[in-house]
DNA sequence: GAGTCGACTTGCGGCTAAGAAC
DNA sequence: GTTCTTAGCCGCAAGTCGACTC
């Protein structure tokens, strides 16, 4: 049981002692200790199984039987409460094996870092602190095999190829006012290939594979509404403690007002399918259900062939959807696609915290001029510390692309020009020259390079000292990492893409902006800066933030701040989603059948909601929620317009648009002929910049999402088809080898989601250079390769090497020594190669999003607990911490 | 039901420390 | 020991989606 924050002023005080966070290293007697300790307590995990319909184990996990978790040692500050029990993961049922192959050139074979002893801890997450009898309750997992003893079967092949270039927002160098020097920018035309162009997807007839044994007796989702503990009595705030809600801000101006695209009406709002399947009973054999994305992309057409689905998908809800849905069946019994169903996110209602802690933010330091003068018409002139500041935000960013955007420059003049006054000598950013600002920055980064470790560290220490006490909060008796506690500095708003507010300035956030959450009893945070307070101080433990200000660009948005990712509740919220999306399993068949029925409906909404859904599960399109016009121009599937998505017969379509973060999505994807055809029609009568989807918005999909499976969302897909992916290609790929061939194997399934979610990174501006000179290496090996072989052929005639390059005479070897040598850089050469081809093909994919964000972490756990893979070759100290929860999973874990 | 607000999650790029290569 | 490269952290922009208001 968590120790309650009784003395929180004392509690706040050793927070400033302790320099890291509870944190727990099992040993196996630790876990030993874990085991017997959760057998009377009930984790946070377990309860979650639980809120999800899902039984919790009722056997202990088989914790510290693996190496890695062998290698964690149970550690607890003294002044933080004590360890709880580790959760026990639930055993999954496999997903059934699929087949896909997915063609690659190369894999990052490069193992990650691997961390400290102490990164090898994870934290102790379990922080339940209900009432034993309440956790004791039985809870009956149910039981799949896996089949991870199964040989490993090829599947699906599906063939990926590159098909055409380039990276969206990746604007011509920048010319530089005040004539600094640019960064030059790569021309290869690779670099800019989208990630989702590198694959293509074929069609493939119908290979069949076998559905695995769905968990008939899962619970939806939505039995946590009966359970969640936090909708309990005893976990209800009181009145005085839930408090209002945000009002609305008043900045918004009734001129704010955006161009929207008009609402759709409500085309079919009858209730024939208020009875719509959360989950149907059909459980036939169909065979793509849990096939990753990309192994059905190759399949894609082949269902025109097979029937689709042709039962009756429609089935009576389930008693206990009913029981959750109460509220969102009225809105069903009025429309099919309305909103409907509130199903209780498990950690996005009612209380979230009983205690809060925490001291606040920190701003950032003052402004200190620095007097250097800038010039305008060739003369310095003199500005004010605030109107200098202003300039060397701009100064700072003479390097940079935006000085090549004029948006960017307009909006930064028009903001500098308020603070400058109107009868300032400067009045055109044309006769301005930011250089010796530029310059002296540059002097002064280079002067912080160049102060030895030392310094450095002095510097580190006092700014760690001076930023301890708002590192942490205290959450319900138990220290948490706060995420962002720092206030953002002033400076230009870099919008990407062509955002129409680049260049804004964006203003110093004083506290009087600032409103703070904590809790009622809890000491208020000390206005750091003299003389000054907070705006408000609200008690609200509905919500997670810590604090928030009002977004000085766009003012009815906020900033917030949030515990740390390894914070429980970010953790148990974490473990929800790839719950949610471990449920989609179960109810994929039916909701494929029910929108491959629909492509053919007569209803218009219907049909279209049925095509953007299955764009949304085959390409994990985003959602596409609409966007006011002082936002970047960004679509996603329901916002997709005519000109994105090009039809090109018999049954490809093609296509490009900016996404978001304006990062470019090309690709070109053969699909079944109905979606063709739907498309073709849907596009008919339109000019290139209407709305495609011209019925259908994110709220109406996703209000018929949530009549297939409680709380499914458009977003779901993108994480069930990324986790699903990545379990099925280690399942499939991993065949033994050492430690980094299996890593490699990881990174390569990793890509593969990493490009299905069209996750792209910027090249990097040396990697031409370095291209250049694995190049030149492999040259030169091939040229001692060639050398040597002639030496060879003359040893093995008795006769003496040839001379070297340089005239000299070479050590006489023998042929065997030649031999070997001849072998030692021919596997040289060949490395270098891969690294070579590795690099090329991971220019432009970023792996990490996907797993920060979309692979469920229990797989990759899992996964090294079965092959003997050290967790830290593959989770980094920070995803450790942030993954804790998942690390006690059983080694039979599938997704 | 449309529009907006509010609370989150997702995502990329910059900076920097650590490690690799020379 | 120095330079180069990259992983990882951090900042903050930009999404999603439920709730609320009118």
């Known amino acids: 049981m968590a120790v309650e924050a009784c003395d929180k002023q004392k509690l706040m005080d050793d927070m400033d002692d302790d320099d890291e966070p509870l944190v727990f290293k099992r040993s196996s007697s630790a876990a030993k200790q874990n085991q017997s300790v959760s057998e009377t307590k009930k984790s ?35 002044k933080t409460p004590p360890v709880r029990s580790p959760l026990a993961s639930p055993k999954s049922s496999n997903s059934s094996a699929k087949s896909f192959a997915v063609k690659s050139s190369g894999v990052n074979s490069k193992p990650s870092t691997s961390v400290a002893d102490e990164s090898n801890s994870v934290k102790q997450q379990s922080r339940d602190k209900r009432p034993l009898t309440e956790a004791t309750a039985e809870l009956n997992e149910e039981s799949e095999d896996s089949d991870d003893d199964k040989p490993l079967t090829a599947r699906l092949s599906a063939g990926f190829s590159k098909i055409n270039s380039n990276h969206a927002n990746k604007g011509p160098n920048a010319s530089i006012l005040g004539q600094k020097p640019k960064i030059p920018k790569s021309e290869d035309s690779d670099d800019e290939i989208p990630l989702s162009s590198k694959f293509q997807v074929k069609s493939n007839a119908g290979d069949s594979s076998k559905k695995s044994p769905t968990s008939g007796g899962r619970k939806p989702l939505s039995a946590k509404c009966d359970h969640n503990g936090l909708g309990s009595p005893e976990r209800k705030p009181s009145s005085s403690t839930i408090l209002k809600k945000r009002p609305a801000d008043g900045v918004k101006s009734a001129g704010e007002s955006h161009l929207k695209r008009p609402k759709l009406s409500d085309a079919s709002a009858s209730n024939k399918n208020k009875e719509t399947s959360i989950k149907a009973e059909l459980k036939e054999e169909d065979d793509e259900d849990h096939v990753p994305i990309s192994a059905r992309m190759k399949k894609s057409t082949s269902s025109d062939k097979k029937p689709s689905s042709s039962k009756n998908i429609t089935k009576p809800v389930s008693s206990l959807s009913k ?81 090549n955007k004029p948006k960017f420059k307009e909006n930064f003049m028009d903001d500098w020009r308020k603070i400058l006054g109107k009868n ?21 980064k280079e002067k912080k390079k160049q102060m030895s470790a030392d310094e450095k560290k002095a ?111 970010k953790g148990q919220s974490d473990k929800e989603k790839y ?111 209407d709305d495609l989807f011209d019925k259908l918005d994110t709220s109406k999909l996703n209000a018929h999402l949530k009549e297939l499976m409680p709380g499914l969302t458009a977003k779901v897909f993108r994480t069930y088809n990324a986790s699903i992916t990545l379990d099925d290609m280690l399942s499939r790929e991993t065949k033994g080898g050492d430690v980094a061939e299996k890593v490699v194997v990881y990174q390569l399934a990793n890509k593969e989601v990493a490009i299905i979610c069209n996750h792209q990174r910027t090249v990097s501006k040396s990697h031409s250079a370095q291209m250049l000179r694995l190049n030149e290496k492999i040259e030169e090996l091939k040229g001692v390769l ?23 005479p070479k050590r006489n070897l023998n042929p065997d020594a030649l031999e070997r040598k001849i072998a030692q850089t021919t596997a040289k050469i060949e490395k270098m190669e891969r690294d070579k081809e590795t690099k090329e093909d991971l220019k432009t994919v970023a792996l990490g999003t996907s797993k920060i964000n979309y692979l469920d972490p229990r797989i990759t756990v899992a996964w090294c607990k079965r092959h003997e893979v050290p967790i830290e070759k593959i989770f980094n100290k920070s995803l450790l911490a942030k993954f804790a929860w998942a690390m006690d999973v059983d080694p039979s874990f599938r997704f």
């Open 44 to 78: 946070l995990s377990q309860k979650h199984d639980r809120q999800l319909g899902k039984p919790a184990p009722d056997i202990r996990s088989q914790n510290g039987q693996s190496t890695m978790v062998e290698k964690s040692k149970m550690a607890s500050s003294s």
């Open 323 to 403: 029981k959750i849905n109460k509220k969102s069946k009225k809105v069903t019994k009025k429309s099919e696609y309305s909103k409907s169903s509130k199903v209780p996110p498990g950690s996005g209602e009612g209380q979230k915290w009983t205690t809060l802690v925490h001291n606040g933010v920190i701003f950032p330091p003052p402004y200190k001029p620095h007097g250097v003068k800038m010039l305008y018409k060739g003369k310095p002139v003199d500005l004010t510390p605030e109107q200098e500041e202003v300039a060397t935000m701009f100064a700072v960013m003479l390097d940079t692309d935006y000085m």
């Open 424 to 444: 300032h000598v400067i009045q055109s950013l044309e006769h301005c020259n930011f250089t010796p600002i530029y310059e002296w920055h540059q002097k002064e």
């Open 459 to 569: 510097l580190k220490e006092e700014k760690l000292k001076q930023e301890d006490k708002y590192m942490w909060a205290i959450v319900d008796g138990v220290k948490e990492k706060v995420g962002n506690f720092r206030v953002e500095p002033p400076g230009l708003f870099r919008g990407r893409g062509e955002h129409p507010k680049m260049g804004k300035l964006k203003k110093r956030i004083r506290p009087s902006d600032i409103v703070i959450n904590i809790g009622k009893d809890a000491p208020i945070p000390e206005c750091p800066i003299p003389g000054e307070s907070w705006k408000e101080v609200r008690h609200d433990n509905t919500v997670t933030w810590l604090a928030y200000w009002n977004d000085p660009i766009n003012p009815k948005e906020f900033k917030y701040v949030f515990l740390a990712a390894s914070s429980a509740l």
């Open 579 to 689: 719950e949610k999306a471990r449920l989609l399993k179960d109810y994929i068949q039916d909701i494929r059948a029910t929108y491959t029925k629909n492509f053919t409906s007569k209803d218009p909404t219907k049909k279209q909601i049925a095509v953007a859904t299955y764009l949304i599960d085959k390409l994990a399109l985003r959602a596409g929620n609409e966007k006011d016009d002082d936002e970047a121009d960004t679509v996603g599937c329901c916002t997709l317009k005519v000109e994105n998505v090009e039809p090109v017969p018999p049954n490809i379509l093609k296509f490009d648009f900016l996404g978001k973060d304006s990062i470019r999505y090309q690709n070109e994807v053969e699909v079944e002929t109905a979606v063709f055809r739907a498309i073709q029609e849907f596009r008919r009568g339109k000019k290139g910049g």
């Open 786 to 808: 060639e050398e040597l072989q002639t030496d060879l052929a003359r040893a093995k005639k008795g006769k003496p090497p040839l001379k070297n390059a340089d005239g000299k």
